[in-house]
T-cell receptor, first 110, second 112 residues
Framework: GEDVEQSLFLSVREGDSSVINCTYT??????LYWYKQEPGAGLQLLTYIFSNMDMKQDQRLTVLLNKKDKHLSLRIADTQTGDSAIYFCAESDQGGKLIFGQGTELSVKP | DAGITQSPRHKVTETGTPVTLRCHQT?????MYWYRQDPGHGLRLIHY???????DKGEVSDGYSVSRSKTEDFLLTLESATSSQTSVYFCAISESASTEAFFGQGTRLTVV
């Protein structure tokens, strides 16, 4: 079945780059997403990438997609304390349903 | 924020009682989803709807039912709540199957 895997924790210093990794299994996924969840809040869509793209950049965010290895990464440049949150990777199936990873808790230390 | 309102935001209920959670949208989006979030599992799909009166099961549908009698409302019912259904429930909407989903703020349900 479909499965999405993420490491659970990442700790970085303010100003450094953060890289959050994700692997997925469904090669037919059309879109892959990154969501951010702050404590007590819902999920906020950060960015997404079409499966026929290798890279997408949006201000401090860079998404890299390696379709051969089914590996997705999110790089946050110049990480700030406000970036501390849980980041979810998700793939969508043909019906638009999202399959989420467990989430990576990013901790940014001053 | 997308126009999604979940109610109630918090609820404590007793084992064996029925519970209904409501998701209301003002975006006129066709697709609506109910997910639950539990530690170590991320979010898992319970049920979804692709139109009025059109619903289907997700990964963890046992013990849950849904109804969608109009575009803007998607109801999730726990017929007889159990402690394993203690969770945070999120509603999401999307315009189509190939567009991004937007999430509500969540409902924290505790079954005692």
């Amino acid at each position: 079945g479909e499965d999405v895997e993420q490491s659970l924790f990442l700790s970085v210093r303010e100003g450094d780059s953060s890289v959050i990794n994700c692997t997925y299994t469904d090669s037919s996924s059309t879109y892959l997403y990154w969501y951010k969840q702050e404590p007590g809040a819902g999920l906020q869509l950060l960015t997404y990438i079409f499966s026929n793209m290798d890279m997408k950049q949006d201000q401090r965010l860079t998404v890299l997609l390696n379709k051969k290895d089914k590996h997705l990464s999110l790089r946050i440049a110049d990480t700030q304390t406000g970036d501390s949150a849980i980041y979810f990777c998700a793939e969508s199936d043909q019906g638009g349903k999202l399959i989420f990873g467990q989430g990576t808790e990013l901790s940014v230390k001053p | 924020d997308a126009g999604i309102t979940q109610s109630p935001r918090h609820k404590v209920t007793e084992t064996g009682t029925p519970v209904t959670l409501r998701c209301h949208q003002t975006e006129n989006h066709r697709y609506m989803y109910w997910y639950r979030q539990d530690p170590g599992h991320g979010l898992r799909l319970i049920h979804y709807s692709y139109g009025v009166k059109d619903t289907d099961k997700g990964e963890v549908s046992d013990g849950y039912s849904v109804s969608r009698s109009k575009t803007e409302d998607f109801l999730l019912t726990l017929e007889s709540a159990t402690s394993s259904q203690t969770s945070v429930y999120f509603c999401a909407i999307s315009e189509s199957a190939s567009t991004e989903a937007f999430f509500g703020q969540g409902t924290r349900l505790t079954v005692v």
